[in-house]
């Protein structure tokens, strides 16, 4: 493997490492801002892990997204993978 391939590698891994952090702490401050009213009822109705909201399409996301967490994205805006690591390799 090159050497070149190797550096770009474990970049991306502690990249995804780094994403993986913040999705997990929007992840619980919208748990407690919503008290836990994270999916709608068809979010519900489905069994649709409300964790899957945060990464990902953002039409299925607001599909399954209760109001509170809709509402609570309008000002904590959701960061999907590809939205991180555009915003980390711009600082560099």
């Not at 899957?52 to 609570?72: D, K, P, Q, T, V």
């Amino acid at each position: 493997m090159s050497l070149v391939f190797k550096q770009a590698a474990s970049q991306w891994n502690n990249l995804r490492a780094d994403y993986e952090n913040v999705k997990q702490s929007q992840y619980e401050q919208a748990e407690q801002a919503t008290r836990g009213a994270m999916l709608n009822r068809r979010g519900q109705a489905k069994g649709i892990d409300s964790y899957s909201l945060f990464s990902g399409n953002a039409i299925r996301a607001y599909a399954y997204a209760s109001e509170e967490l809709i509402e609570w994205w309008q000002s904590h805006p959701r960061i999907t993978f590809a939205d991180y690591e555009e915003q980390m390799l711009s600082e560099y």
